[in-house]
């Protein structure tokens, strides 16, 4: 049983590994929608100064 329960161990890091990595990559895409509509916006302010 040693064997099953190191494959066990490995699911939940990997589990973690992609998790984390879901995190990172969602909070990278908003961060760059952010800034994307913050340029956006300040591009359409300028247009009507």
Do not use: K, Q
């Amino acid at each position: 049983m040693p064997f099953f329960h190191h494959i066990i161990i490995y699911n939940e890091n990997v589990l973690l590994i992609c998790n984390l990595y879901y995190y990172i990559h969602n909070s990278y895409i908003h961060g760059l929608l952010f800034i994307h509509l913050n340029y956006n916006c300040a591009l359409s302010e300028s247009m009507f100064d």
